[in-house]
């Protein structure tokens, strides 16, 4: 390869330790000004412990890391300083504050020692409408989607001029148009001659954007090739060091209708109007929509979590009106929610506890708890649906994403949940924790269940469901079936104006 | 973690810091204080215990939902007042009807308090530090003008049975604590229900999302808290042969303490009974030692303070 420009950050013969594990075996890799260089690997393939000693907040045990030919930063601020800003895969803006002081925070515009809000706002709005985002930059932060709260930071680092940019899944809670914005943001940077690291699970976008790839696995390096020599597959192979034949599972579409769930006209005045679908015994039924399309909040709903307006949800031909989710639970329906951590979890707690949650009642003793065949199913389950855990016993947050989710799903089998309601089930997984839920998914379709997958990754709803259910700001556009669906029919019900409503 | 406090952490995330912490204070009490290796002296501590014992259990269950409850003086002091005002037109009660009172109008005077606690947090949304102010000032306010202020006297002998006898050598306070203390740990450990207060104290909405009645959960931990500050009202009553409206001031802080020195997590879902048990007795032991030590009280307050700050930072320091 010719010689390139200056390396900006250059990584030589890194190695990290925690107690027990190596992190990072022999890293070297370099950063150059203008490039997207991605990073790509399983959860726990040390993507961010790269991260976290590039900015600073880890110091490595050996080998040495360089700034524009300087040694590294030593701590975050330092780091920042020398124009190196991240942007985490956790959203770390602070929801009371409005958009503009969010931005600017810590680096706040003054006058004779007061706040100069004007010409924030006014800079915080030039940003936005460069990246060609509808925020207003006044609006508190706690108002704005998760998507929007994602553009929120990528404002902030845009704003530092930084150096260096450093994304860990930027894309995990956008939508596809938001992917786009991101996208367009991720040009300007790179024209400007600013360095990004890119860290994703989704190949298409690294196809889209990247310039440089970098695999990794089990903290080594496997390889560093440009991402115009790979393709998707190639990449899946670098990545779990084996051919990955069939990748999503879709099962055979059931022959008989049988009716287990229906919804009504149901409205709920600020997120969904209208909304009509029925669930078969043992079907997907995806659906599609672009963050804000109001499909979280139906979920909710339909589950009892949240009221409704109008409109009746109907599970074996019983209503469901004024039920409560613990009623419903009974019923037979579990929902594995977008927000695994903050929804779905008790993250103190352990595997066991977090398992047995949904069915402890039904199997005490007069309320008190049978603690045999407590650790008995839970063991069965870890077992059962593969789940890596030192024990029953363990602390479930010390548990890698795929790994948490299937406790998530081992709760609801537990409790015989006969209709699962998925929403984003396999975000922030690796790929091969992904391929096993959706082998979990169908086998429990196959077995009698009813799942409502909600999804953002095309790939997947395309991928697993029998049919597809298109949302667009609150509206159902459209039902596509297995035959009729592709990533453009999708996208045509959920983007665009599309007034005639498809009813199969 | 970094270099600089990973000494002190790793030792502080220990399970059993406080319990180590706590037989070694014994052992330097037995060592170095005059007077406490004594059979007169351990009884004291368990009764000078036995009243924040009551209170602190249920303190314990707020706390693990992910509450607090500072009404718990105030509700002590009212039951008191009830109480007395009720036994002192019964002369000649006799020992069972004397205990009869005592249950009853802890059950009722507890139940109201915690009730209306509950219902103002579990469905009015009130932050329980709110709430539970209201309460202690409501029920404190009530209490002063039930009594005009005046303390209610001379009450039947038999009415000193729980806070003055003994049965064999061991005093009735401290066998009611042993068994609330034992009725509480079972709860909170072998029941469903007590399974329930950790869930919602660790994530009321994954709680709520699972199938558990937040609501029920939230507002029964006040009831409870609620009936056994009423309890520990009357045995303070029963103790000091009177009801009276100043009864039981600070009590709530005597709890708190308790709860948050042995390691249950102020932000709820983790700790638990023996936690709190290891707590009473810690502070049990230190103001009995400061005592016969000929400290002032006014200095034991001071420690008291210091105390729960300590129990704070090693709380912060496990995280």
């Given at each position: 390869?010719e010689?390139?420009?200056?390396?900006?950050?250059?990584?030589?013969?890194?190695?990290?330790?925690?107690?027990g594990?190596?992190?990072?075996?022999?890293?070297s890799?370099?950063?150059?000004?203008?490039?997207?260089?991605?990073?790509?690997?399983?959860?726990?393939a040390?993507?961010?412990?790269?991260?976290?000693?590039?900015?600073?907040?880890?110091?490595?045990?050996?080998?040495?890391?360089?700034?524009e030919g300087?040694?590294g930063?030593?701590?975050?601020?330092?780091?920042q300083?020398r124009g190196i800003?991240?942007?985490?895969?956790?959203?770390?803006?602070?929801e009371d504050?409005?958009?503009?002081e969010?931005?600017?925070?810590?680096?706040?515009?003054?006058k004779?020692?007061?706040?100069?809000?004007e010409?924030?706002?006014?800079e915080?709005?030039?940003?936005l409408?460069?990246?060609d985002?509808?925020?207003?930059?006044?609006?508190?932060?706690?108002?704005?989607?998760n998507?929007e709260?994602?553009?929120?930071?990528?404002?902030?680092?845009v704003?530092?001029?930084?150096?260096l940019v450093?994304?860990d899944e930027?894309?995990?809670?956008?939508?596809?148009?938001?992917?786009q914005?991101?996208?367009?943001?991720?040009?300007?940077?790179?024209k400007?001659?600013?360095a990004?690291?890119?860290?994703?699970?989704?190949l298409k976008e690294?196809?889209?954007?990247?310039d440089m790839?970098t695999?990794?696995r089990?903290?080594?390096?496997i390889?560093?090739v440009?991402?115009s020599?790979v393709?998707?597959?190639k990449?899946?192979e670098?990545?779990?060091?084996?051919?990955?034949?069939q990748?999503?599972?879709k099962?055979?579409?059931?022959?008989?209708?049988?009716?287990v769930?229906?919804?009504?006209?149901l409205?709920?005045?600020?997120?969904?109007k209208?909304?009509?679908f029925?669930l078969y015994?043992?079907?997907?039924l995806?659906?599609a929509?672009?963050?804000?399309?109001g499909?979280t909040?139906?979920?909710r709903a339909i589950?009892?979590?949240d009221?409704?307006?109008?409109?009746?949800?109907f599970?074996?031909?019983?209503?469901?009106?004024g039920?409560?989710?613990?009623?419903?639970?009974?019923?037979?329906?579990?929902?594995?929610?977008?927000?695994?951590?903050?929804?779905?979890?008790l993250l103190?707690?352990?595997?066991?506890?977090n398992?047995?949650?949904?069915?402890?009642?039904?199997?005490s003793h007069?309320?008190f708890?049978d603690?045999?065949?407590e650790?008995?199913?839970?063991i069965?389950?870890i077992?059962?649906?593969r789940?890596?855990t030192?024990?029953?016993s363990?602390?479930i947050?010390?548990?890698?994403g795929?790994?948490?989710?299937?406790?998530?799903i081992?709760?609801w089998l537990l409790?015989?949940?006969?209709?699962?309601i998925?929403?984003?089930?396999?975000r922030?997984?690796?790929?091969?924790a992904?391929?096993?839920?959706y082998?979990?998914?169908?086998?429990?379709?196959?077995?009698?269940g009813?799942?409502?997958?909600?999804s953002?990754?095309l790939?997947?709803?395309?991928?697993?469901?029998?049919?597809?259910?298109?949302?667009?700001?609150?509206?159902?556009?459209?039902?596509?079936d297995s035959?009729?669906a592709t990533?453009?029919?999708?996208?045509?019900?959920?983007s665009?104006?599309n007034?005639?409503v498809v009813?199969? | 973690?970094n270099?600089k406090n990973?000494g002190?952490?790793?030792v502080?995330?220990?399970?059993?810091?406080m319990l180590?912490f706590?037989v070694?204070?014994?052992?330097?009490c037995?060592?170095?204080v005059p007077?406490?290796a004594?059979?007169?002296?351990?009884?004291?501590?368990l009764?000078q215990?036995?009243?924040?014992?009551?209170?602190?259990?249920?303190?314990?269950?707020?706390i693990?939902?992910?509450g607090?409850?500072?009404?718990?003086?105030?509700v002590a002091?009212?039951?008191?007042?009830?109480?007395?005002s009720?036994?002192?037109t019964?002369p000649?009660?006799?020992v069972?009807?004397?205990?009869l009172?005592?249950?009853l109008?802890s059950?009722?005077?507890g139940?109201?308090c915690g009730a209306?606690n509950?219902?103002c947090?579990a469905?009015?949304?009130v932050p329980?530090?709110?709430?539970?102010?209201?309460?202690m000032?409501?029920?404190?306010g009530?209490?002063y003008?039930?009594?005009?202020?005046?303390?209610?006297?001379?009450?039947?002998?038999?009415f000193?049975?729980i806070?003055?006898?003994?049965l064999?050598i061991?005093?009735?306070?401290?066998i009611?604590?042993?068994?609330?203390?034992f009725?509480?740990?079972?709860?909170?450990?072998k029941t469903?229900y007590?399974?329930y207060?950790?869930?919602?104290?660790?994530n009321?909405e994954?709680?709520?999302?699972?199938?558990?009645?937040?609501d029920q959960?939230?507002?029964?931990?006040?009831?409870?808290?609620?009936i056994?500050?009423?309890l520990?009202?009357l045995?303070?009553?029963?103790?000091?042969q009177?009801?009276?409206a100043?009864a039981?001031?600070?009590?709530e802080?005597?709890a708190?303490?308790a709860?948050?020195?042995?390691?249950t997590?102020?932000?709820g879902?983790?700790?638990?009974?023996?936690?709190?048990?290891?707590g009473?007795i810690v502070?049990g032991?230190?103001?009995?030692?400061?005592?016969?030590?000929?400290?002032?009280?006014?200095?034991?307050?001071?420690a008291?303070?210091?105390?729960i700050?300590i129990?704070?930072?090693?709380d912060?320091a496990r995280?």
């Amino acid at each position: 390869m010719e010689e390139r420009k200056e390396t900006l950050v250059e990584l030589k013969h890194i190695h990290k330790e925690f107690p027990g594990v190596k992190v990072l075996e022999d890293i070297s890799v370099a950063f150059y000004p203008g490039e997207v260089h991605v990073l790509l690997g399983e959860n726990g393939a040390g993507k961010s412990t790269i991260i976290k000693i590039i900015s600073g907040i880890y110091q490595p045990d050996k080998g040495e890391v360089l700034i524009e030919g300087q040694p590294g930063a030593k701590n975050i601020r330092e780091a920042q300083q020398r124009g190196i800003s991240v942007i985490h895969q956790e959203l770390s803006v602070i929801e009371d504050l409005k958009v503009y002081e969010n931005v600017f925070l810590g680096r706040e515009e003054k006058k004779s020692g007061f706040l100069n809000k004007e010409k924030m706002i006014a800079e915080c709005k030039r940003i936005l409408d460069e990246m060609d985002v509808a925020i207003d930059p006044r609006s508190p932060v706690y108002k704005l989607s998760n998507g929007e709260k994602q553009m929120v930071e990528i404002a902030r680092a845009v704003s530092q001029n930084s150096k260096l940019v450093i994304m860990d899944e930027p894309t995990s809670s956008l939508s596809d148009h938001e992917v786009q914005s991101l996208f367009r943001v991720i040009r300007q940077l790179k024209k400007d001659n600013v360095a990004v690291i890119y860290i994703s699970h989704r190949l298409k976008e690294i196809l889209e954007m990247g310039d440089m790839l970098t695999v990794l696995r089990d903290g080594m390096k496997i390889a560093t090739v440009p991402v115009s020599t790979v393709t998707e597959q190639k990449m899946v192979e670098m990545m779990v060091g084996r051919e990955i034949s069939q990748f999503y599972y879709k099962a055979k579409a059931p022959e008989n209708k049988e009716l287990v769930l229906e919804v009504k006209n149901l409205c709920s005045k600020n997120h969904f109007k209208n909304v009509s679908f029925q669930l078969y015994k043992g079907e997907v039924l995806g659906v599609a929509g672009l963050i804000g399309a109001g499909r979280t909040e139906l979920m909710r709903a339909i589950f009892g979590a949240d009221s409704y307006d109008s409109g009746e949800v109907f599970l074996y031909g019983e209503s469901l009106k004024g039920l409560q989710p613990k009623e419903i639970i009974k019923k037979g329906m579990g929902l594995i929610p977008e927000d695994r951590r903050g929804q779905g979890l008790l993250l103190e707690k352990t595997v066991r506890e977090n398992t047995s949650l949904a069915s402890l009642k039904e199997n005490s003793h007069s309320g008190f708890i049978d603690f045999s065949w407590e650790k008995r199913e839970a063991i069965s389950y870890i077992d059962k649906l593969r789940i890596k855990t030192p024990s029953d016993s363990a602390i479930i947050k010390n548990l890698s994403g795929g790994n948490q989710q299937k406790v998530v799903i081992a709760k609801w089998l537990l409790a015989k949940s006969k209709i699962l309601i998925m929403d984003e089930p396999t975000r922030g997984i690796d790929v091969n924790a992904k391929a096993e839920i959706y082998e979990l998914m169908k086998n429990f379709v196959e077995e009698g269940g009813s799942i409502i997958l909600v999804s953002s990754e095309l790939p997947e709803v395309l991928g697993c469901s029998n049919r597809i259910m298109v949302m667009r700001e609150g509206y159902v556009t459209g039902f596509l079936d297995s035959a009729e669906a592709t990533e453009e029919n999708v996208m045509l019900f959920a983007s665009k104006g599309n007034e005639e409503v498809v009813y199969e | 973690m970094n270099k600089k406090n990973g000494g002190i952490s790793k030792v502080l995330k220990g399970e059993n810091t406080m319990l180590l912490f706590a037989v070694a204070l014994f052992a330097v009490c037995l060592l170095f204080v005059p007077r406490f290796a004594t059979g007169g002296n351990i009884k004291n501590i368990l009764i000078q215990i036995s009243i924040n014992a009551l209170i602190a259990c249920g303190m314990t269950f707020t706390i693990l939902s992910d509450g607090i409850d500072l009404s718990v003086g105030s509700v002590a002091a009212i039951a008191g007042v009830a109480g007395a005002s009720l036994i002192k037109t019964m002369p000649n009660a006799s020992v069972p009807m004397s205990i009869l009172i005592i249950l009853l109008t802890s059950l009722v005077i507890g139940t109201v308090c915690g009730a209306l606690n509950g219902f103002c947090i579990a469905k009015l949304n009130v932050p329980p530090f709110i709430a539970t102010m209201a309460m202690m000032n409501v029920a404190r306010g009530l209490a002063y003008v039930f009594t005009d202020a005046k303390p209610v006297f001379g009450l039947p002998e038999s009415f000193g049975f729980i806070g003055l006898r003994e049965l064999g050598i061991i005093p009735v306070s401290v066998i009611l604590m042993g068994f609330i203390i034992f009725l509480s740990y079972i709860i909170l450990t072998k029941t469903c229900y007590g399974r329930y207060i950790y869930a919602v104290g660790s994530n009321k909405e994954v709680a709520k999302l699972t199938g558990i009645n937040v609501d029920q959960v939230r507002f029964s931990v006040y009831v409870i808290s609620g009936i056994l500050s009423a309890l520990a009202g009357l045995v303070l009553a029963s103790k000091l042969q009177n009801g009276q409206a100043t009864a039981a001031v600070g009590y709530e802080l005597n709890a708190i303490a308790a709860v948050a020195m042995g390691g249950t997590s102020m932000s709820g879902g983790r700790g638990g009974i023996p936690q709190t048990v290891i707590g009473l007795i810690v502070i049990g032991i230190i103001n009995n030692a400061l005592s016969l030590l000929g400290v002032s009280a006014y200095w034991q307050t001071v420690a008291m303070g210091v105390i729960i700050l300590i129990a704070v930072v090693i709380d912060q320091a496990r995280k």
